[in-house]
């Protein structure tokens, strides 16, 4: 089905927003933001939702960051040029201390708040608030159809939920499409007073109840009056402003059906990137009218010699000689030695090849190259970029495994994290 852009480019912009420290995250936000995280092999998580906006005719887009932020803002510079006769943009708003007002951003309506007098000149009737660290495919056109047809003064996106999953999030109950009610992360005994009516299909599989997505439309002029007036001293929108302007405002629900995960820690990273490696996976990266865009490299196709692959998504770039890889995303410029294994692991690549000047180097300083060496078995891992794995190697995650922090590598819920740039040397075993 095809995506129904909006009819006028001025008519709204998008503020995304950069995300706080990122520490469940930890360790792959040590030295990036959320949302610079590398996903499915070749792409960052901001990726997503800017590719949302351009898929909907949305051109025109602020990014607020503030938390190791170069790598997101080096990324965000070489990826998305436009032309001179475009009136589109990704324009980077870094947090800044000013005169009025000396302090970092303290949640996300106080980093709107603080992006104000930069979005201020640019004309719209809407702003689009999105989150830097999610992953689905939404038709911001059709949320924002429904928000006029309501005459909403905020829409907020919401997704139907399971009662475990409840808990989790800020919960609503709507009636007629407009929310009456909200609950910041209810605890379990206060659920059965918070199921709604999401509709048959969603009622069978047990999702009953109606969770914000973190995704609003705001009539542009309320948002500035809320910001600078009403709730000056607010500082998060799904704490604060969004559960105090349901009954005086009209707070508008649009239910959004489709794939979305929270990209809040290591484990719903792990299978948001697994699960792209399923038959038909729940997000889908080969659709005509929903491209995910991201910095365009001009690298070489991948080149395997030898290796059975069984559900395994390749970035191009790649040289593997490895026996076997299963249910893996292999990044971008990976190299994968002779007779090595690799289960359920994401490993994110490398920024730059070896020339065989720094291979002579290597070996003769007794460093493992770039990548993955021979003879290695890893299961259940995540490898940041630019890692020096050596031969017969031995990574088994599971629930064996207690959490630990080391200095080459974490583990968190028995998912082994390899750290960005780290030396596993020959026969290391975890």
């Known amino acids: ?17 950069g995300g706080g420290a990122g520490s469940r995250l930890y360790p792959l936000t040590a030295t990036r933001s959320k949302p610079a995280v590398p996903i499915a092999g070749k792409y960052r998580l901001v990726d997503i939702p800017i590719s949302n906006c351009l898929n909907n005719g949305i051109g025109r887009m602020f990014v607020l960051t503030q938390f190791n932020s170069a790598s997101l803002n080096r990324h965000i510079k070489n990826t998305y040029h436009f032309s001179a006769f475009s009136k589109a943009f990704v324009d980077i708003l870094a947090a800044e201390q000013t005169p009025d007002n000396p302090t970092w951003y303290q949640g996300t309506a106080d980093a709107v708040r603080q992006g104000l007098r930069h979005i201020e000149p640019f004309e719209s009737d809407y702003i689009l608030i999105l989150s830097g660290d999610q992953l689905y495919q939404m038709d911001f056109a059709e949320m924002l159809d429904n928000h006029k047809n309501l005459g909403a003064d905020i829409s907020v996106a919401t997704i139907p939920v399971v009662e475990r999953e409840a808990p989790e999030f800020g919960i609503l109950k709507s009636k007629e499409g407009l929310i009456t009610s909200f609950i910041e992360k209810p605890k379990q005994e206060l659920l059965p007073e918070w199921v709604s009516d999401t509709g048959d299909q969603m009622k069978q599989l047990g999702k009953n109840y109606l969770a914000s997505m973190g995704i609003y439309i705001f009539n542009r002029q309320l948002m500035f009056d809320l910001l600078q007036n009403e709730f000056k001293d607010a500082t ?14 009209k707070v508008a629900s649009y239910q959004y059906d489709g794939y979305w995960t929270d990209i809040g820690n290591i484990y719903s990273f792990f299978e948001a990137n697994l699960d792209l490696t399923k038959e038909i996976p729940s997000f889908n990266l080969f659709d005509n009218e929903r491209i995910i865009y991201t910095r365009s490299r001009m690298l070489p196709p991948a080149k395997i010699s030898g290796t059975t692959l069984e559900k395994t998504l390749i970035a191009e770039g790649s ?3 490895a026996s076997r890889i299963e249910n893996s995303v292999i990044g971008i410029r990976s190299r994968i030695g002779l007779g090595s294994t690799l289960v359920s692991t994401y490993t ?24 993955i060496g021979s003879r290695c078995y890893i299961k259940n891992a995540i490898i940041d970029k630019n890692c020096r794995i050596g031969d017969d190697v031995r990574i088994n995650g599971g629930p064996q495994l207690e959490n630990t922090d080391h200095a080459l590598y974490t583990v968190k819920g028995g998912i082994v994290v390899l750290k960005k740039g780290c030396i596993i040397p020959n026969g290391f075993v975890i």
């Open 1 to 17: 089905m095809a995506i129904r852009t909006i009819t006028h480019s001025r008519e709204i912009l998008s503020v995304i927003l």
């Open 236 to 249: 998060d929108f799904g704490k604060e402003i969004i559960p105090q302007t349901i009954g005086k405002y």
């Open 319 to 321: 040289i593997i000689h």
């Open 348 to 371: 994110m690549g490398n920024d730059s090849y070896e020339t065989l000047e720094e291979i002579a180097s290597a070996n003769a300083k007794g460093i493992p190259l770039m990548g």
